[in-house]
């Protein structure tokens, strides 16, 4: 499987170099792949790269080779069929060369079976991919499913500093690779989708935002008391940001209004922006594009958008529409604003009113842009392009509301839905998140019906994760579903198609939307045929998975529509009410809900021979963000954790039949009491510092 013919492997090695990121001058092509063969061995070469390296089993003339090649709207598709003579079986083995920001992934949806929507924290290892999607250059290498393939498989190899390698390997009559260069940019109809230039951003994103709590009656010292009580309560658990919404600012929208605040704000944003930094969170605040001095507007037309005689023009929500094709507005309205807020330390900026900008500014005065759509989006984009280069790179950039094509490459990440939160959107814009860029799917509040769902999924998705409650509610039980649910971590899809693409359909009604009142079809929805999100964790020591359930649609999964093996054994954990549910070999049968949490966590972890563990009570991955280096040797399981200071955290442990009776170590904290209950040991332990906790579970005296 790992052998690469002779030829192949030389023109592999003397184009290994060549995948890197593209500079400027060597953006990649809007080409289709290149065919090479010899006798039994086939390459595809792409922008002077072998992307694709495959060998037959079959003898040459025991098989066909046929390609395609298919341009439209300037969506390029290249197809290589190969089919074995009279149906015989044939065994394909290969490679797929990709740059360092490619993954594994499914391309298409599968024809039947249950639907899951899909992300991976590490390369994923999953039975249903089918495809390599390369981000640095904008590729994706699939294979069609096919009823005449009995097997096919892609999985990660390799990794060094210029990319990765995959393995393939496939047994069956026919197979067809497809390849489509400029796959988000073109066959997505993300036109400034140049992932060559811009890099999503890796760190997370978790945080308090004012809005829901206060709305626009927030005041500097709701935003200390809020600064205090999460620097207690939830900064130890991966809180970062807190960000002040509408409220603070003067009415008008000139410069000196955003920057010296209303009377609710006595001692400036500067000195709050350095209070929240004092408590070790990032400052964050809110603006938008709006207008509404008349006085002001009219002093200065040419900086806004004309009516045609002359005179500044308005539209709803958005005020005077400020002229993006103006330098001077640009350096008069937005650079004032945006460089002083940097300077004052504030690191997350969120930007509203963008749709309205669109719709109801220049798509609602199409007559004043003589250039058309293009001009109008330019003007769009120009100002979201000074925002971004005044708060700079080093600093996250949200664009809000609705899902707007014209951000892409400037905002890190982007409200996807409508005010409030809705985690059904993000089974509807599923293949953008850390791809295009991170998703948003609005703030979550904090309550009995919600909380648990909300932080799961959010976290599950690895997308933007954002609380609005007031202050008390984060001394109360509610505040556990948010605590499990961080830090989020950096997730990949695993499907670059949109699950549910009911919304994503209609992206391109962002060139005609002449009003941004109200949900829109492009927008991010409340309702969604699908409810179970998967995360796969693929960790150095070890792969498991975890599924939320978020309704009841479904009763039963099979471990093959999750991408496991069929027939192995898998043990079967449910997070939230802490209960083992034994093993299963085929399928997850659901029980109802519990109206306690809204929703279910279940960690799915392969079966070993020896005690191994289940899970831990830290957070909904069940060990991917506080385990490191466990190992089984020599009838000692061991590992280290890295709990919350002072919270109790406990360790759950696997015992197969045989073992019993361990003795324990720890090293970094104390142990609190262990006991087992059934087939589950649960370990407690504590630490002060923050430090690692070294744990030995010794069976060697029970052996």
């Given at each position: 499987?790992?052998?690469?013919?002779?030829?192949?492997?030389?023109?592999?090695?003397?184009?290994?170099?060549?995948?890197?990121?593209?500079?400027?001058?060597?953006?990649?092509?809007?080409?289709?792949?290149?065919?090479?063969?010899?006798?039994?061995?086939?390459?595809?070469?792409?922008?002077?790269?072998?992307?694709?390296?495959?060998?037959?089993?079959?003898?040459?003339?025991?098989?066909t080779v046929k390609e395609l090649n298919e341009e439209r709207d300037?969506?390029?598709?290249?197809?290589?069929?190969?089919?074995?003579?009279?149906?015989?079986?044939?065994?394909?083995?290969?490679?797929?060369?990709?740059?360092?920001?490619?993954?594994?992934?499914?391309?298409?949806?599968?024809?039947?079976?249950?639907?899951?929507?899909?992300?991976?924290?590490?390369?994923?290892h999953s039975l249903l991919n089918r495809a390599v999607y390369d981000?640095?250059?904008?590729?994706?290498?699939?294979?069609?499913?096919?009823?005449?393939?009995?097997?096919?498989?892609?999985?990660?190899?390799?990794?060094?500093?210029?990319?990765?390698?995959?393995?393939?390997?496939?047994?069956?009559?026919?197979?067809?690779?497809?390849?489509?260069?400029?796959?988000?940019?073109?066959?997505?109809?993300?036109?400034?989708?140049?992932?060559?230039?811009?890099?999503?951003?890796?760190?997370?994103?978790?945080?308090?935002?004012?809005?829901?709590?206060?709305?626009?009656?927030?005041?500097?010292?709701?935003?200390?008391?809020?600064?205090?009580?999460?620097?207690?309560?939830?900064?130890?658990?991966?809180?970062?940001?807190?960000?002040?919404?509408?409220?603070?600012?003067?009415?008008?929208?000139?410069?000196?209004?955003w920057i010296n605040p209303n009377y609710k704000f006595p001692s400036?944003?500067?000195?709050?922006?350095?209070?929240?930094?004092?408590?070790?969170?990032?400052?964050?605040?809110?603006?938008?594009?709006?207008?509404?001095?008349?006085?002001?507007?009219?002093?200065?037309?040419?900086?806004?958008?004309?009516?045609?005689?002359?005179?500044?023009?308005?539209?709803?929500?958005?005020?005077?529409?400020?002229?993006?094709?103006?330098?001077?507005?640009?350096?008069?309205?937005?650079?004032?604003?945006?460089?002083?807020?940097?300077?004052?330390?504030?690191?997350?900026?969120?930007?509203?009113?963008?749709?309205?900008?669109?719709?109801?500014?220049?798509?609602?005065?199409?007559?004043?842009?003589?250039?058309?759509?293009?001009?109008?989006?330019?003007?769009?984009?120009?100002?979201?392009?000074?925002?971004?280069?005044?708060?700079?790179?080093?600093?996250?950039?949200?664009?809000?509301?609705?899902?707007?094509?014209?951000?892409?490459?400037?905002?890190?990440?982007?409200?996807?839905?409508?005010?409030?939160?809705?985690?059904?959107?993000?089974?509807?814009?599923?293949?953008?998140?850390?791809?295009?860029?991170?998703?948003?799917?609005?703030?979550?509040?904090?309550?009995?019906?919600?909380?648990?769902?909300?932080?799961?999924?959010?976290?599950?998705?690895?997308?933007?994760?954002?609380?609005?409650?007031?202050?008390?509610?984060?001394?109360?039980?509610?505040?556990?579903?948010?605590?499990?649910?961080?830090?989020?971590?950096?997730?990949?899809?695993?499907?670059?198609?949109?699950?549910?693409?009911?919304?994503?359909?209609?992206?391109?009604?962002?060139?005609?939307?002449?009003?941004?009142?109200?949900?829109?079809?492009?927008?991010?929805?409340?309702?969604?045929?699908?409810?179970?999100?998967?995360?796969?964790?693929?960790?150095?020591?070890?792969?498991?998975?975890?599924?939320?359930?978020?309704?009841?649609?479904?009763?039963?999964?099979?471990?093959?529509?999750?991408?496991?093996?069929?027939?192995?054994?898998?043990?079967?954990?449910?997070?939230?009410?802490?209960?083992?549910?034994?093993?299963?070999?085929?399928?997850?049968?659901?029980?109802?809900?519990?109206?306690?949490?809204?929703?279910?966590?279940?960690?799915?972890?392969?079966?070993?021979?020896?005690?191994?563990?289940?899970?831990?009570?830290?957070?909904?991955?069940?060990?991917?963000?506080?385990?490191?280096?466990?190992?089984?040797?020599?009838?000692?399981?061991?590992?280290?954790?890295?709990?919350?200071?002072?919270?109790?955290?406990?360790?759950?442990?696997?015992?197969?039949?045989?073992?019993?009776?361990?003795?324990?170590?720890?090293?970094?904290?104390?142990?609190?009491?262990?006991?087992?209950?059934?087939?589950?040991?649960?370990?407690?332990?504590?630490?002060?510092?923050?430090?690692?906790?070294?744990?030995?579970?010794?069976?060697?005296?029970?052996?």
């Amino acid at each position: 499987m790992d052998r690469i013919p002779p030829i192949l492997a030389i023109m592999f090695t003397a184009t290994l170099a060549m995948c890197t990121s593209p500079s400027d001058d060597t953006i990649p092509p809007n080409a289709p792949a290149q065919m090479i063969r010899e006798a039994n061995n086939i390459s595809l070469l792409y922008d002077g790269t072998a992307i694709l390296t495959l060998a037959c089993d079959l003898p040459q003339a025991s098989y066909t080779v046929k390609e395609l090649n298919e341009e439209r709207d300037g969506k390029v598709s290249y197809l290589l069929t190969i089919s074995s003579v009279n149906g015989a079986s044939m065994n394909i083995t290969g490679r797929i060369r990709a740059g360092k920001e490619s993954f594994t992934c499914e391309a298409d949806r599968r024809i039947e079976g249950t639907q899951v929507v899909r992300h991976t924290y590490g390369l994923s290892h999953s039975l249903l991919n089918r495809a390599v999607y390369d981000r640095e250059s904008d590729w994706l290498l699939s294979a069609d499913q096919s009823y005449t393939s009995a097997s096919f498989r892609i999985e990660p190899k390799a990794v060094d500093t210029t990319g990765i390698t995959y393995t393939l390997s496939m047994t069956g009559n026919e197979v067809t690779f497809r390849f489509r260069p400029r796959y988000y940019q073109k066959h997505r109809g993300l036109d400034y989708y140049e992932p060559w230039n811009y890099q999503v951003w890796k760190e997370p994103v978790a945080g308090w935002c004012s809005w829901f709590a206060y709305k626009t009656g927030i005041t500097e010292e709701n935003v200390r008391e809020a600064t205090d009580v999460l620097a207690e309560t939830m900064k130890p658990y991966g809180l970062d940001y807190i960000q002040i919404d509408d409220g603070y600012q003067q009415y008008g929208g000139a410069p000196e209004e955003w920057i010296n605040p209303n009377y609710k704000f006595p001692s400036g944003l500067g000195n709050l922006a350095a209070y929240i930094s004092s408590k070790g969170f990032r400052p964050g605040i809110w603006t938008n594009v709006a207008v509404h001095d008349s006085a002001w507007a009219c002093s200065h037309p040419d900086w806004y958008v004309r009516n045609a005689d002359g005179t500044p023009a308005s539209g709803r929500w958005i005020g005077y529409i400020l002229n993006g094709l103006e330098d001077e507005m640009l350096d008069s309205v937005l650079t004032p604003v945006y460089s002083r807020f940097r300077n004052d330390g504030w690191s997350y900026f969120k930007l509203d009113a963008l749709r309205h900008l669109l719709f109801d500014g220049y798509n609602s005065h199409g007559s004043f842009f003589r250039g058309g759509y293009a001009e109008r989006e330019e003007a769009f984009r120009n100002v979201v392009r000074r925002v971004r280069e005044e708060t700079g790179r080093e600093n996250f950039l949200l664009a809000c509301w609705g899902v707007l094509p014209g951000v892409v490459g400037l905002a890190d990440g982007c409200r996807i839905g409508n005010d409030g939160y809705g985690y059904t959107a993000l089974a509807q814009y599923n293949s953008f998140n850390n791809v295009v860029w991170r998703n948003d799917p609005d703030h979550i509040e904090l309550t009995p019906q919600e909380a648990w769902r909300s932080c799961m999924a959010t976290s599950l998705t690895g997308s933007l994760f954002m609380v609005t409650d007031k202050p008390e509610v984060y001394h109360t039980d509610l505040i556990d579903p948010a605590r499990k649910s961080l830090p989020v971590l950096l997730t990949l899809p695993g499907q670059v198609f949109d699950l549910d693409p009911s919304r994503s359909s209609f992206l391109d009604r962002t060139t005609t939307e002449m009003s941004g009142s109200g949900e829109r079809e492009s927008d991010g929805s409340r309702t969604s045929p699908f409810d179970l999100f998967m995360l796969e964790l693929n960790m150095p020591w070890e792969r498991w998975c975890v599924l939320g359930r978020l309704g009841e649609k479904e009763e039963k999964v099979s471990l093959a529509e999750l991408g496991l093996e069929k027939g192995k054994e898998y043990l079967l954990y449910e997070f939230w009410s802490d209960t083992f549910l034994g093993t299963v070999t085929n399928d997850v049968v659901f029980d109802h809900i519990d109206p306690l949490y809204n929703c279910q966590l279940f960690c799915i972890r392969p079966v070993q021979q020896n005690p191994q563990v289940l899970a831990t009570s830290r957070h909904i991955s069940c060990g991917a963000t506080d385990l490191a280096e466990v190992k089984w040797d020599n009838g000692v399981l061991s590992g280290i954790s890295k709990p919350v200071p002072s919270d109790e955290y406990t360790l759950l442990i696997y015992e197969p039949a045989g073992y019993e009776s361990p003795t324990i170590s720890v090293t970094g904290g104390n142990l609190i009491s262990e006991k087992r209950d059934g087939a589950v040991r649960r370990i407690k332990m504590v630490n002060t510092d923050g430090g690692k906790i070294a744990w030995k579970v010794n069976y060697n005296s029970s052996l």
